[in-house]
């Protein structure tokens, strides 16, 4: 126990390393581009808009009420396909820097969660002036969005321990998460709503863990109302699983990491 | 006061003979009781104890594959998984490889910065140092341009300029580690002369006896993971020498 209170004071200490990485992620991204970091908002602003045209004619609804609805699921769904996609190599992509000097490895995990968090809000502000302009209201439910968006951060980074530190193990890992996570995002009620499917796959999509959190957004964006309890409480209860299994098998496995690389 | 303890030191690697095992591989050997395995065992470091106090300058010599380099990345921390202990007292510097966590695309500033807080520095301690590293690595002209377009003489003496602008407790050498023209060789030098001498532990691999005999007032002799000899450095390094006959 102290020795893992002596790990979280020694993460605390190396922030400064942290913040240069989450620097260096970004800054990368649009060195050297016309248009910078606005690229990182073009990419799934118009991904969205061509999603929100076609789908809303697919399942013929009013363009406005499902592009809101989109925005609304499609912001955690990507952050989260991202965070587990980007951490399946993140130990392999650092292994120069792992083998030649001693960093505290859940910086590397941590820093793609938090580049990507970034992202993530600085998309979000974009999409909400959208929504406001496509008839959207302010309403106090809101409010609710920042603890939306902690109970996500921490879900997938526990999700990213977990993928991360498997796939050093398993290399496979890599290309059989970004299939499932193709699959997944079918069985996430992003494109549609979580009830209106009904049938042979409903439980499939009422057991997948990622199906909360998309409803943590979906509800304060798309119908103003604060997500109920017994949400709030799955949601809660799928993230503590998933961090302490992450930091579970972190603190089990992470003096290895460097054995397998 | 600096120290470092090591006692019964085992570090173990794992060779495989083909590969790392696939996921497919991993479960079918859970089914195969007597399966033989595909890996040998191979002790890089094998029950190794010895103490070093403040003070001291060790040298550790021995051919290849002796355990030398693995033995300081232990000492530093890189390895983690052993048996028996080491305890460490005081700021340790390792400078097994520098340049290490730079990043191309970034310019020698930015670099300064990113690899500085690698090394452990701090924000303000790096805000402070960063004057002196530009100008004794002589890159003030090309400190704003990324390193990718760097010379290897310019890449190694920002590294190396960097590596060596803290004064720690402990310094950790892997090598005397040379680059660009002869004015910097000598320059260098004489930075990493002063970088010893200021340090309370040294403690350093080379191949190069004469270099171990000048700078160290002790030498631990390894072979394949095993203490030979500990003593002053005349007489381990002429047994060394006598040995490798």
Request: proline share 4%; net charge positive; hydrophobic share 50%.
């Amino acid at each position: 126990m102290s020795n893992d209170k002596y790990r979280l004071a020694e993460l605390y200490a190396k922030r400064n390393i942290l913040f240069r990485l989450v620097a260096q992620q970004i800054i990368l991204r649009y060195r050297r581009t016309a248009l910078g970091f606005l690229w990182t908002l073009i990419n799934p602003l118009m991904m969205m808009s061509v999603m929100a045209l076609v789908f809303s004619q697919l399942f013929k609804e009013d363009l406005k009420t499902f592009a809101i609805a989109l925005f609304a699921g499609m912001i955690p769904w990507n952050f989260f396909s991202s965070v587990v996609s980007q951490s399946t190599t993140v130990y392999i992509n650092n292994e120069g820097l792992i083998k030649k000097i001693y960093i505290p490895k859940m910086i590397f995990p941590l820093s793609i969660a938090c580049g990507l968090l970034i992202d993530a809000i600085a998309s979000f502000f974009i999409l909400f002036i959208i929504i406001l302009g496509l008839g959207g209201g302010i309403s106090w439910a809101h409010l609710f969005l920042p603890v939306s968006f902690l109970l996500l951060f921490i879900f997938a980074f526990g999700i990213a321990l977990i993928i991360s530190i498997a796939t050093v193990y398993f290399r496979d890992l890599q290309h059989i998460v970004l299939i499932f996570l193709q699959g997944l995002f079918f069985l996430t009620p992003v494109l549609y709503k979580s009830n209106s499917i009904g049938g042979k796959v409903a439980w499939l999509i009422d057991i997948n863990p990622v199906t909360p959190f998309i409803a943590l957004f979906k509800m304060p964006l798309t119908e103003s109302i604060v997500p109920t309890v017994g949400l709030i409480l799955r949601a809660a209860l799928t993230t503590f699983l998933a961090i302490s299994l992450g930091l579970f098998l972190y603190v089990r496995l992470q003096k290895k990491i460097i054995f397998r690389l | 006061m600096s120290s470092i303890h090591v006692e019964n030191l085992s570090i173990k690697f794992r060779i495989y003979h083909d590969r790392s095992p696939s996921l497919k591989e991993y479960f079918a050997n859970l089914l195969k009781r007597n399966a033989k395995p595909s890996y040998s065992d191979f002790w890089a470091i094998n029950n190794l104890s010895f103490s070093i106090n403040a003070g001291e300058r060790v040298g550790i010599i021995g051919h290849n594959g002796a355990g030398k380099s693995t033995l300081l990345k232990a000492i530093c921390r890189i390895y983690e998984t052993y048996e028996g202990s080491i305890s460490i007292g005081g700021r340790i510097a390792p400078l097994l490889e520098i340049g290490a966590g730079f990043h191309p695309e970034f310019t020698g500033r930015e670099n300064i910065y990113l690899n500085g807080s690698i090394l452990g520095y701090s924000n303000g301690e790096l805000k402070k140092i960063e004057p002196e590293v530009i100008a004794f690595s002589e890159l003030e002209e090309f400190i704003d341009m990324p390193v990718k377009y760097y010379s290897t003489g310019m890449y190694m003496r920002l590294a190396f300029s960097l590596a060596t602008s803290m004064h720690p407790d402990i310094l950790v050498l892997d090598e005397i580690f040379s680059g660009g023209d002869a004015s910097f060789v000598a320059k260098a030098r004489n930075r990493m002369l002063e970088l010893i001498d200021k340090a309370n532990i040294m403690i350093m691999v080379s191949h190069d006896h004469l270099l171990v005999k000048s700078l160290c007032d002790r030498i631990l002799w390894l072979d394949h993971g095993r203490l030979v000899a500990d003593g002053a450095p005349d007489e381990v390094t002429e047994q060394y020498l006598a040995g490798r006959k």
